[in-house]
T-cell receptor, first 113, second 109 residues
Framework: EAGVTQFPSHSVIEKGQTVTLRCDPI?????LYWYRRVMGKEIKFLLH????????ESGMPNNRFLAERTGGTYSTLKVQPAELEDSGVYFC???????????FGEGSRLTVL | RKEVEQDPGPFNVPEGATVAFNCTYS??????FFWYRQDCRKEPKLLMS???SGNEDGRFTAQLNRASQYISLLIRDSKLSDSATYLC??????????FGTGTRLTVIP
């Protein structure tokens, strides 16, 4: 069974540009989460989808970040315009139910120059 | 105050050593507790859940002290392959998971 897949694995962009990260959760997992880890800091929650609905987006840093999950399958996270402080690793995770066991993707490393 | 606090390390131990990591959490209503393992430039993966009575999985022992809001992970007979970052994770309900910064372990030959 395929795990959580993320694309791209690494993106290098200039400040002011736009980047879109994609996550394909494990098939059948209704819960999809986005997390971010900036260098030297802990992994922090960004938002949570249940199917196509945003359950909780309290962790989204500001309105430059937009997440979607059309059809309740894959999700995208767009950063527009990107700022230097957006650099970090963006992890996507999925789970079947509401518990602590999440299955993570390998992450998308974003570098904003 | 952070939801989850961990000693970031690094811990450098020789093969065969026993090493213990500690973690404290701030929300007394936290429901579930976990240790995740993250290898360098890889995603976090669940290592083990932490139960109130303490639990063991091979060389790994996890303990929870709700009164002190403290979680521990003990690794016995360390192997080179144990080198990784160990993340303390606390679930407070309503799909809220909080991660510690992680404790980095390097097992030296």
């Amino acid at each position: 069974e395929a795990g959580v897949t993320q694309f791209p694995s690494h993106s290098v962009i200039e400040k002011g540009q736009t980047v879109t990260l994609r996550c394909d959760p494990i098939s059948g997992h209704d819960n999809l989460y986005w997390y971010r880890r900036v260098m030297g800091k802990e992994i922090k929650f960004l938002l949570h989808f249940v199917k196509e609905s945003k359950q909780d987006e309290s962790g989204m840093p500001n309105n430059r970040f937009l997440a979607e999950r059309t059809g309740g399958t894959y999700s995208t996270l767009k950063v527009q315009p990107a700022e230097l402080e957006d650099s970090g690793v963006y992890f996507c995770a999925s789970s079947q139910g509401g518990s602590g066991e999440l299955f993570f993707g390998e992450g998308s490393r974003l570098t904003v120059l | 105050r952070k939801e989850v606090e961990q000693d970031p390390g690094p811990f450098n131990v020789p093969e065969g050593a026993t090493v213990a990591f500690n973690c404290t959490y701030s929300n007394s209503a936290s429901q579930s507790f976990f240790w995740y393992r993250q290898d360098c430039r890889k995603e976090p993966k669940l290592l083990m859940s932490v139960y109130s009575s303490g639990n063991e999985d091979g060389r790994f022992t996890a303990q929870l002290n709700r009164a002190s809001q403290y979680i521990s992970l003990l690794i016995r007979d360390s192997k080179l392959s144990d080198s990784a970052t160990y993340l303390c994770v606390v679930y407070t309900g309503a799909n809220n998971l909080f991660f510690g910064t992680g404790t980095r372990l390097t097992v030296i030959p």
